[in-house]
């Protein structure tokens, strides 16, 4: 592993003289200088100031909340040094392994090594948090013990010591940031794995609140009323156990009919904690047991030999929608916990995560316990308490998003990324770290195996596969012998000219809804787009409204009734006239997913129809409900973004309707065939998972492109090679790799210039080894009010791309151009 070379070090100004017996430590702090700052650590401090301990610093005029990165005795030769003002674990947050990962990922993507480990931790605004160590009641049994006599134990003197003194506390002992605890870091973990401790972290006083959940108990369904009908069907069919005052809000129900079909036994409730990050779906939830079938099993067999041998290895699990991956993902987690080890399995989406997680808790966890969920859309507080249970080793397997990769898990055996060529791994802001490939860095740094998992794999992994590089596992039928989804294409040139319409929905797909709905199957219905209308264009001039700050069009949203920029989230009035030329024929153009809603809505009267996008779906329990009812058969059509083609299961889809294969491939990116062929498949791979056979309709304007009659075959590999022809001609990735470089101003002279001056630096370095292309005018020449100009480098080589790049960085500063100006993605998905 490479580490960081810092930059410089820089020191804060005294607050007292120095002494020979102090010592010192290097901090990272969430700052945009790619340098550590030294601090001196009170002797009071010192058990707690361990490298990966976070510790609140004086900065400048403030306090901040950094990473002790390491401890030296020596500070920078005539430095002014400050002190440490608090220690803030108990344990150090960062085990030593996700320390060397942060400072990978640092040195790699060249990101402040301070931000890259706030990236990594739950965010620290608790300063005021006060941790409690307590006994658990085995720790309890033992220290009573050994208050009673001299008993043989696993403890040192120091440890039995503590425990005794936690017992005369009544078992609790609260941490006072900076107070001395009387034992060390390593101790206290040694004690919290035998189970003899626990920490608790009281959140802001909040305690378990408790909710009363109602289930059906009576059997038969047979002469009831209409009410408690609509309440069996609730219950037992479409969503399961239910707290009250859901099960009121959706059957329409008074408290009293409730409390009197418990009172005749046709119901039951018990008391439940209500945990925010709990799914209400959860409760009576038990996972289908199969057995695996040949395919799955062969996979498995495989996966269980690379265990054995305990080393570090990837392997690619190349299996068909609907091949039963996830089956396989949950046994291999079960082999690791047999082990002994720990496991993470990284999602594409926030919504998978709920069903995957739901799967894992039944699974592996008796009620919640070992499962703990990682995403950004939980609240601060509930990512600090899942984080704290993985930490303390209760949680030992993590399900999550991008960031869970740094989930701080100890003995990590197995890190599984499904669907690992979803573009939402890759994080599109400082630290711009990609989280498969962050994955595989984790994986190897702790021994432990990689599996990725995809059915569209991207190029680049699938090129290691066969390279040899990485382990390949097919999996080509679906489970069941059922059949893939069969896949037409509908011609929208011919649509249009029998029509004479420009309808997004065409009639072959109007027909198809249809019979869906006559048979009672459920039909998807896929657009790119959110919004109503993705353009407003005037018909006089030709003028189209652009946003203020980005050179990018304006998408009407018309419930809002206003326009919005996707870009950067600003907003303006609805036009009623041309702002250009005045003249009243504003016209929006290019459908969205809201517009879409509308047309079936008016095409299908009686049909149950949701839309599920960005707009509609803001907060998790919107995901929930929504998902929750079309797989509960609440819905007949669900209308949606991409976020509807990746990992859902629902067994009654017979259906998929995509609105236009077209826009993801007229895009300016090296990509677009990779994209759209994943996407189509990805959407074809919806269809007909259950008993019933799927149909998929893609409708285009360009039926001849290898991407989409590829897709239509569902023929991974025909598509791969041409695809990779296609990039040997163009040299690029995986037979290259990029780096994006932008340097960005509000002020259009300033990127002008900065750029003309950094390519006086990049011009001696072109040809040795690597390309530079640039400076030009980004493809987004203005985002978020700022002008942009672009660099690429591609070379074979990756070291030398992060030496120049580093080189780069060091040149910006020697020359006055700010850090902020400049922004470097390595291994970038768009180039824009
Ligand atoms: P993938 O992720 O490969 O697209 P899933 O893991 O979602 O596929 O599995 C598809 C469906 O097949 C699920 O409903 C799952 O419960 C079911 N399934 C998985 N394994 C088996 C098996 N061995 N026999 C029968 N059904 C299975
Ligand atoms: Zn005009
Ligand atoms: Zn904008």
Redesign the pocket.
């Known amino acids: 592993m490479v580490l960081l070379h810092y930059t410089r070090n820089e020191t804060a100004p005294p607050t007292r003289h120095r002494e020979m017996t102090e010592s010192y430590c290097n901090v990272a702090l969430p700052v945009p200088l790619r340098t550590t700052f030294t601090y001196a650590v009170p002797d009071a401090m010192r058990a707690q100031v361990q490298p990966g301990s976070r510790v609140l610093v004086p900065f400048r005029k403030k306090a901040m909340v950094g990473v002790v990165v390491e401890l030296t005795d020596t500070a920078p030769e005539g430095a002014k040094i400050r002190e440490v003002q608090k220690a803030l674990d108990l344990i150090p947050a960062l085990p030593p392994k996700l320390l060397e990962l942060g400072q990978w990922v640092a040195n790699y993507y060249l990101a402040p090594v301070g931000e890259v480990f706030r990236a990594m931790l739950p965010p620290a605004t608790d300063v005021a948090r006060k941790p409690q160590i307590v006994l658990t009641d085995a720790g309890r049994t033992l220290a009573e013990k050994l208050k009673a006599a001299t008993t043989l134990t696993d403890l040192d003197g120091a440890e039995t010591e503590f425990l005794g003194r936690l017992l005369e506390k009544k078992g609790e002992l609260t941490f006072a940031p900076g107070g001395k605890l009387g034992i060390t870091p390593e101790a206290l973990q040694r004690m919290l794995r035998r189970g003899y401790l626990e920490i608790r972290e009281t959140m802001q006083g909040r305690k378990r609140k408790m909710q009363n959940v109602v289930a059906w108990k009576g059997k038969d369904a047979e002469q009831l009323g209409k009410k408690e009908q609509r309440i069996h069907a609730l219950l037992e069919t479409e969503r399961g156990p239910l707290p009250m005052p859901q099960l009121r809000k959706l059957a329409q129900v008074s408290r009293g009919l409730i409390d009197r079909m418990l009172r005749d036994g046709l119901l039951e409730s018990w008391e439940e904690p209500i945990d925010p990050v709990e799914d209400p779906f959860d409760t009576g939830y038990t996972p289908?047991a199969?057995?695996?079938?040949e395919t799955?099993e062969s996979a498995f067999n495989a996966i269980r030999a690379r265990f054995e041998l305990g080393e570090f290895g990837v392997q690619l699990l190349h299996?068909?929608?609907?091949?039963?991956?996830?089956?396989v993902y949950l046994r291999s987690v079960q082999d690791t916990l047999a082990r002994g080890k720990t496991a993470v399995i990284l999602v594409p989406e926030i919504a998978l995560t709920l069903w995957i997680g739901r799967q894992c808790r039944a699974w592996f966890g008796a009620r919640f316990e070992g499962v703990a969920v990682l995403h950004s859309a939980l609240s601060d507080v509930e990512r600090a308490r899942e984080w704290q249970r993985v930490r303390s080793g209760e949680a030992r397997v993590v399900v999550g998003t991008r960031s869970a990769i740094f989930a701080p898990l100890e003995n990590l055996g197995l890190v599984i990324v499904d669907e690992e060529q979803e573009n939402s791994y890759k994080q599109e802001e400082t630290p711009r770290y990609h989280g498969r490939d962050v994955a595989i860095v984790r994986a190897k740094l702790e021994n432990a195996l990689a599996l990725l998992g995809s059915?569209t794999p991207s190029l680049e992994t699938y090129h290691n596969a066969v390279n040899g590089k990485y382990e390949l596992l097919t999996m080509a039928s679906r489970?069941?012998n059922r059949n893939l989804a069969a896949v037409e294409i509908v011609d929208l040139r011919t649509d249009f000219q029998a029509t004479q319409k420009a309808n997004p929905i065409s009639q072959t797909l109007h027909a198809g809804i249809a019979e869906c709905l006559s048979f009672q199957t459920q039909a998807l219905v896929l657009i790119n787009r959110r919004g109503y209308s993705w353009s407003v264009l005037c018909r006089s001039c030709g003028a189209s409204v652009q946003c203020v700050n980005c050179s990018i069009s304006m998408t009407y949203h018309k419930s809002r009734n206003r326009l919005e920029c996707h870009y950067c989230g600003s907003i303006q009035a609805v036009p009623k006239v041309c702002s250009k030329c005045e003249s009243n024929y504003v016209y929006f153009f290019g459908e969205g997913s809201e517009h879409l809603e509308e047309r079936l809505r008016k095409e299908f009267p009686g049909a149950r129809i949701a839309r599920l996008d960005r707009d509609t779906a803001r907060t998790k329990r919107q995901y929930q409900e929504t998902l929750g009812a079309f797989a509960g058969g609440a819905l007949d059509i669900l209308v949606g973004t991409q976020m509807l083609a990746k990992?859902h299961?629902f067994?009654r889809v017979t259906l998929v309707g995509v609105i236009s294969a077209d826009s993801s491939l007229s895009m300016p990116d090296f990509r677009a065939a990779e994209r759209t062929f994943q996407l189509l498949t990805q959407v074809a791979?919806r269809a007909g998972?259950g008993e019933l056979p799927g149909r998929v309709l893609i409708q285009t304007y360009y039926p001849e492109h290898y991407a989409v009659q590829d897709a239509v075959r569902q023929d991974y590999v025909s598509f791969y090679e041409r695809e990779l022809h296609f990039r040997r001609l163009m040299m690029y990735p995986p037979f290259t790799s990029l780096a994006n470089v932008i340097v960005r101003h509000p002020n259009p002279e300033n990127a002008i210039q900065w750029s003309r001056r950094l390519s006086e630096y990049f011009a001696p370095h072109d040809g040795k080894g690597l390309r530079i292309l640039g400076p030009a005018s980004a493809p987004l020449a203005r985002l978020k009010m700022e002008h942009r100009y672009q660099f690429l480098l591609k070379s074979p080589k990756k070291s030398l791309l992060t030496k120049i790049l580093s080189g780069a960085l060091a040149f910006c500063e020697a020359n006055e151009i700010p850090g902020t100006a400049l922004l470097v993605d390595m291994d970038p998905l768009t180039l824009l």
């Open positions: 289908p199969h057995t695996l079938n799955q299996g068909v929608t609907g091949s039963g991956k996830t089956e059915a489970v069941e990992g299961d067994q791979g998972r």
